[in-house]
């Protein structure tokens, strides 16, 4: 018999924090705290086999789950002490979702479950206190009718505030017992007056709907969009918790809150978080009331009035402190818990390892290496490579002007720039477009996400630090500031005022989600400084990793962020940019018009001197390492103007004639340039143009070796080879022309020939290559193209439909195909390592940059990865990282 329910509570578990998969995060570590002793409201979880199976089966459910519930609601009422639906005595319950990855806001928790006519008397006589029993009921009535009957809060709203306005009170707690009696009423009918049918009354109804609509929260659009952005496969299913209730809303003693066992913003190994007095569940985290904070320190440093729980309640946050400790310990990472008070007694409600920037990653995992909880291994395993991205970027520049127009909470760290929008579905279509944009909005709700997402940055006007949009932006990485309340946003009229200002939609506004600020305009951004934790994990990093990790880069700003950001060379300098750059277009584009030889080289002269100064000046910021240079790939048509207007100019400004230029940009037309004169078939129809860029090259190399003493280790690479005779004409052209270069010079330097793997065939063929090559350096996003047939500027098309339908799992520009390409990719480097053992090996296309492609490029045992400048940190973690874990799989 397959087990579909798992109980917990009472000091003991039937499962635990290692069963996820099973549990989901939430249920296992409720399991996992109750077997630890903590003070856990005893519950039960239903499996993510159980949604598998309902989805696999007609949304039906196993047989026996009923049974299994009924047993495991039993021993809750055991250990309570309390009957579910009991008049006199009735146990309330939440039912909570829970996947194995943590999707905040994705699915909605119903509380206070149980709750009818007749049991709501029950509780009030039990407690004493009708207005908490019917407080609690209509917002069990809310929460329910939004989640499972699929009312708007609205509705419910609007009779709320009818309400109070006919008492004359503005906040809910004006409101007393009879009141929410009347409300309840009233909530009761619009139920009715929406569905046709009353509220549902039985338990076990409420129960059971609540259940199915978890199920189906998991397939719906909030929940596909955060999968489809975090990568989680819709077949993990999410898992149920029933869980008893308690009542942070039981008064003045009674208190309910988030914390985090270190700041999630910045690391700092300090309690962190916020609660709400007399409140219940989410009203810390929808923004509806403004939380205090937990620590006193936290309160002064926020200029916060209301007391902290450290002050309010100080017994209970006693007891709280030793067991927030000894969670963190215990999972040993920061952890992101959930708590409830209730009449003076803590109960923990939820514990992870908590979302957090990666400025607080690399501190809380530097620290907690320092501290001698985790290994420094560890501590390098622990930071995501991607998340360093967030470090690497500009921020504001302190010495710049700002004009703030609102403060608010330091929600999520870093600056942003853009134009304002109040609309998701509006910031969405603008980023489409390529703008940038800054969301306002009065707080954000999971139906935000997609807005959130496509922003720069995002502004509420409510909400605390761990409101919705504070955690999501976080998770994101994106820049917020969250409860600036000096915000009035006027949606209708597409405006915002603050401080007496007016902000239309579309104006320009930066924010300062570090310092909590929004400020008027553009502002300048300064590049980040990257010490202290980062040097230190970096270091670590450089200690374990086996890969080089190279950049692509051909200016010379790209070298020296290359080389700041530990860049071991450059893996692929482009010389077409030098071919482009509007001083030397004359000259090239004479040197294609050219009718003969000789006219080629008489412009090719002109060129060369451009050329060489360009290597000189990457030569010597790069001196001592290895610079791949890549000789001119595109197709020399690209070099000619098209529109008559364009060709037009070009005859005014060089003379040339403009019939001329017309009869040769049809002559260079190509139906497929892709897959046409280009890459090292220009050096071989034209050698005299690689010619001299091996000779700039090699003279720039000799010319800095003498200057700086240090000569770099020039690696000239020849594009797109596909055979064995194309390989030796090459290595041929560049060794002559080296020797020529030598003989002029009376000195020499080391160099190496290779080529770009990028046509299967070169890569089934690389032991012919091998013969002549001295490295392959895998052009991935060419073999990629040529390796399916598909063109990247042109996949746009199709790939969204293949990735919807999941034929593609992941964009294949963007994470290597391993299997095929990768299958390619280790197919040359056997084949040629079996010719030349010591060929070097690496790979320079986008892949260079993804950490799950360096992984790969690990085990294929490849030399080193190259990828753009600010990928560089990245791709030195993910180096370590894919180290560390061939090592475990050897030790397995
Ligand atoms: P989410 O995944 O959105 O965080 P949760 O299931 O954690 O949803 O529920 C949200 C909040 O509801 C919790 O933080 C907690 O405050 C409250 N809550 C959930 N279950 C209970 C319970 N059994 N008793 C009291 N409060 C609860
Ligand atoms: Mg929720
Ligand atoms: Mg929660």
Same mark, same amino acid.
């Given at each position: ?13 039937? *499962? ?281 320190? *936290? ?221 008027? *305009? ?371």
């Amino acid at each position: 018999m397959t087990q579909w329910v798992y109980g917990f509570g009472g000091g003991s578990a039937d *499962g635990d924090a290692s069963m996820k998969n099973l549990l989901g995060g939430k249920g296992a570590n409720l399991a996992e705290m109750s077997s630890l002793g903590l003070p856990v409201p005893p519950g039960f979880t239903i499996t993510t086999e159980v949604c598998t199976h309902y989805y696999a089966n007609g949304e039906t459910y196993p047989a026996d789950l009923e049974a299994q519930v009924k047993t495991a609601l039993d021993k809750v009422e055991a250990i309570v002490g309390k009957t579910f639906g009991d008049v006199n005595n009735p146990l309330l319950v939440s039912v909570r979702s829970g996947a194995r990855a943590s999707m905040p806001g994705m699915m909605d928790t119903v509380l206070n479950l149980g709750l009818n006519d007749q049991t709501v008397e029950g509780l009030a006589r039990l407690s004493g206190d009708r207005r908490f029993a019917f407080d609690s009921y209509r917002r069990f009535i809310t929460m329910y009718s939004n989640v499972v009957l699929g009312l708007s809060h609205d509705d419910f709203e609007e009779v709320l505030d009818a309400h109070k306005d006919r008492l004359g009170v503005s906040v809910d707690t004006d409101l007393k017992a009879e009141d929410w009696e009347r409300v309840v009423e009233d909530y009761k009918a619009v139920v009715e007056r929406e569905l046709g049918h009353p509220f549902p009354q039985d338990p076990r109804d409420q129960m059971w709907g609540a259940v199915g609509a978890v199920f189906a929260s998991w397939m719906n659009e909030r929940a596909k969009f955060y999968r489809r952005m975090h990568d989680i496969p819709e077949s993990w299913g999410t898992a149920v918790s029933v869980q008893s209730m308690v009542f942070g809303n039981m008064g003045e003693t009674s208190a309910t809150g988030v914390a985090f066992t270190r700041n999630p913003s910045t690391g700092e190994a300090r309690l962190y978080g916020e609660f709400l007095i007399n409140a219940q569940g989410e009203d810390v985290v929808a923004g509806i009331r403004t939380p205090q904070s937990l620590t006193r320190i *936290g309160r002064e440093e926020m200029g916060e009035t209301a007391p902290s729980m450290e002050e309010a309640m100080p017994e209970v946050f006693g007891q709280f402190v030793e067991v927030v400790n000894k969670l963190e310990s215990h999972y040993r990472d920061m952890q992101d818990i959930e708590f409830t008070v209730e009449q003076g007694r803590l109960w923990m409600l939820q514990t992870r390892n908590g979302k957090r920037t990666a400025k607080s990653a690399l501190k809380v995992a530097v620290d907690l290496a320092a501290e001698g909880v985790i290994t420094q291994e560890e501590a390098i395993s622990r930071v995501e490579p991607s998340a360093l991205d967030q470090l690497l970027h500009p921020t504001l520049d302190p010495e710049a002007v700002r004009t703030v127009i609102a403060a608010g909470l330091p929600a999520s760290p870093g600056a942003a720039t853009g134009k304002i929008v109040f609309d998701a579905d509006e910031a969405e279509r603008l980023a489409g477009l390529g703008e940038a944009v800054i969301l306002v909005r009065e707080e954000t709700s999971p139906e935000d996400i997609h807005g959130m997402h496509a922003a720069r940055g995002i502004v509420t006007a409510r909400g605390g630090m761990t409101s919705h949009a504070a955690v999501v932006a976080r998770g994101m990485g994106r820049a917020c500031v969250s409860g600036a309340g000096e915000i009035h946003i006027d949606e209708a009229k597409g405006v915002f005022t603050a401080r007496g200002r007016t902000f239309k939609a579309g104006e320009v506004i930066t924010i300062d989600g570090s310092k909590g600020e929004v400020l008027d *305009g553009a502002v300048a951004m300064i590049e980040p400084e990257l010490t202290g934790d980062f040097q230190t994990l970096m270091a670590w990093a450089d200690k374990v990793r086996r890969l080089k990790v190279r950049a692509n880069a051909e200016t010379p700003l790209d070298a020296k962020t290359a080389r700041g950001f530990g860049a071991e060379g450059i893996g692929l300098c482009r010389t077409e940019h030098m071919f482009f750059d509007d001083t030397r277009i004359a000259a090239v584009r004479e040197m294609i018009l050219a009718d003969d030889e000789a006219g080629r080289r008489t412009a090719l002269a002109k060129i060369a001197p451009f050329q060489k100064s360009d290597f000189v000046e990457l030569f010597e910021i790069m001196t001592g390492l290895p610079v791949t240079v890549r000789l001119l790939d595109p197709p020399l048509h690209e070099f000619i103007p098209h529109t008559d207007e364009d060709i037009d100019a070009l005859a005014a400004s060089s003379g040339i004639d403009a019939d001329k230029l017309k009869r040769r940009a049809k002559e260079l037309h190509e139906t497929n340039p892709m897959l046409g004169h280009r890459g090292c078939r220009l050096g071989v129809a034209y050698p005299e143009i690689y010619e001299m860029q091996v000779r700039a090259v090699l003279e720039a190399a000799l010319e800095v070796k003498k200057t700086s003493g240090q000569a770099p280790i020039p690696e000239i690479m020849h594009p797109l080879v596909a055979l064995g005779l194309e390989m030796k004409y090459l290595r041929e052209l560049t060794d002559r022309t080296a020797k020529a270069v030598f003989a002029d010079a009376g000195d020499s330097v080391e160099y190496l020939v290779g080529t770009m793997i990028e046509l299967p065939r070169a890569a089934i063929r690389a032991g012919d290559l091998a013969e002549y090559a001295q490295f392959f350096s895998f052009g991935t996003n060419d073999l990629t193209q040529t390796t399916f047939g598909i063109s990247r500027d042109d996949s746009g098309r199709f790939l969204q439909a293949y990735l919807d339908k999941g034929i593609f799992e992941t964009d294949p520009f963007v994470r290597l195909d391993q299997d095929g390409v990768g299958g390619l990719i280790e197919i040359a480097a056997e084949r040629g390592r079996a010719v030349r053992p010591d060929v070097k090996l690496g790979i320079c296309g986008e892949h260079g940059g993804d950490p799950s492609s360096i992984a790969f490029c690990e085990k294929a045992g490849l030399d080193y990865v190259s990828c753009s400048p600010y990928r560089v940190p990245i791709a030195r973690l993910a180096a370590a990282q894919a180290a560390l874990n061939v090592e475990r799989e050897k030790d397995r």
